[in-house]
Nanobody, 116 residues
Framework: QVQLVESGGGLVQAGGSLTLSCAAS????????IGWYRQAPGKQRDLVAT???????NYADPVRGRFTISRDSAKNTVYLQMNSLKPEDTAVYFC??????????WGQGTQVTVSS
């Protein structure tokens, strides 16, 4: 019902910045919460940031103050601006949407690599 395509990942030096994009298509009107998660090799997938339909944002402690999630409802696109990147931010970043009825959808992910 919803397709998510992430883009913007790449290789950046520590202290640098990247902005990720998540383009949603399909039944985007049913989205309650959209957010970013990340998964490093050998680690579980963890929450990074979310923004709800109300506009309220939520951030995981490791990224709070460095990352900013924003949305462009007209374009059905969500962004994750990542500043002051650290090597521990290296992971595959996934876009996720949650809907009524316990439905959720995932993108394929985009790789972010931060070198020291």
């Amino acid at each position: 019902q919803v397709q998510l395509v992430e883009s913007g990942g790449g290789l950046v030096q520590a202290g640098g910045s990247l902005t990720l994009s998540c383009a949603a298509s399909g039944n985007t009107g049913s989205i309650i919460v959209i957010g970013w998660y990340r998964q490093a090799p050998g680690k579980q997938r963890d929450l990074v940031a979310t923004v709800g339909s109300s506009g309220i944002t939520n951030y995981a402690d490791p990224v709070r103050g460095r990352f900013t999630i924003s949305r462009d409802s007209a374009k059905n696109t969500v962004y994750l601006q990542m500043n002051s990147l650290k090597p521990e931010d290296t992971a595959v970043y996934f876009c996720n949407t949650k809907h009524w009825g316990s439905r959720e959808y995932w993108g394929q992910g985009t790789q972010v690599t931060v070198s020291s």
